[in-house]
């Protein structure tokens, strides 16, 4: 299980970005992060893979406080995909994602990490783009190769920003079920931000909402979205049906 303890984090300029933040996600389960725009969702989730580092609180992992391993202990127990990745080198779609195989290996690649790398180019359907250059690929199919090499690491915890922000809506659910398909199969613990509220009632067993850089909710997602904490939420009136034991959520003028 990972355990975030009261988190508090603020940048240069002295304003806290994250306020006293706790919460829990087991293994297997999926937390969906949700919030308005600046609420420190991004932040978050970099103070939690080591990007950042927080001013007070601790992040463990099985007993470990992970902000005490070394980067390649941490890479083998967390993987992340950013929400956009402007900073990359030109190379091939097989080479990005075998970078995921680094924490693992020494001078070479074994043909485990070779197996695991052409495995996950199959389960997020890359072979086409293969050999493609990242630079040529359109955002939504370079974001594909991010995730692909986020989970050629098989960490314990994955850590996606946004990962549906540049796909179709044929892709977003293709990437969000190979995701929820890995939290049970492998028993990740899956930590993903996202914006579409109907997304997140289908993919996530539970939901944190930051609210002014603290949470303002957080439990399981059916308990969670309710008109009421969206409305406080987002200023935005909605009608929540459910259907096939899903939560819907229509917005009202």
């Not at 949700?34 to 580092?53: E, P, Q, R, Y």
């Not at 929400?83 to 030109?90: E, I």
């Not at 190769?145 to 946004?162: C, G, H, N, S, T």
Request: aromatic letters at 8%; hydrophobic letters at 40%.
């Amino acid at each position: 299980m990972l355990e975030i303890n009261n988190i508090y984090f603020s940048y240069k300029t002295g304003k806290s970005i994250l306020n006293d933040i706790s919460f829990n996600v087991q293994s297997g389960e999926i937390l969906g992060i949700v919030g308005s725009n600046g609420t420190g969702k991004t932040t978050l989730l970099k103070n939690l893979c080591k990007l950042l580092a927080p001013q007070m609180g601790r992040i463990i992992f099985d007993g470990q406080d992970i902000t005490r391993l070394s980067i390649a202990n941490t890479a083998q127990i967390i993987a992340y995909a950013p929400q956009r990745a402007n900073d990359y080198f030109s190379m091939n779609v097989i080479d990005c994602v075998m970078m995921g195989r680094l924490p693992y290996s020494q001078r070479s690649y074994s043909q485990k990490d070779k197996d695991i790398v052409f495995s996950m180019i199959e389960k997020t359907n890359l072979q086409e783009l293969a050999f493609r250059d990242i630079k040529e690929l359109s955002g939504g199919e370079r974001q594909l190769v991010f995730i692909a090499r986020a989970l050629a690491q098989q960490p314990k915890i994955i850590i996606l920003d946004e990962p549906t922000s540049s796909l179709d809506i044929k892709n977003q659910l293709f990437i969000l079920h190979i995701i929820s398909n890995l939290a049970k199969e492998e028993n990740y613990s899956i930590i993903i931000t996202l914006h579409d509220l109907n997304l997140a009632s289908l993919f996530c067993d539970k939901i944190l909402m930051l609210k002014n850089n603290r949470i303002f909710a957080y439990g399981d997602t059916c308990d969670i979205l309710t008109e009421e904490n969206i409305y406080i939420m987002y200023g935005v009136k909605t009608k929540i049906t459910e259907i096939d034991g899903y939560k819907h959520i229509c917005l009202l003028k």
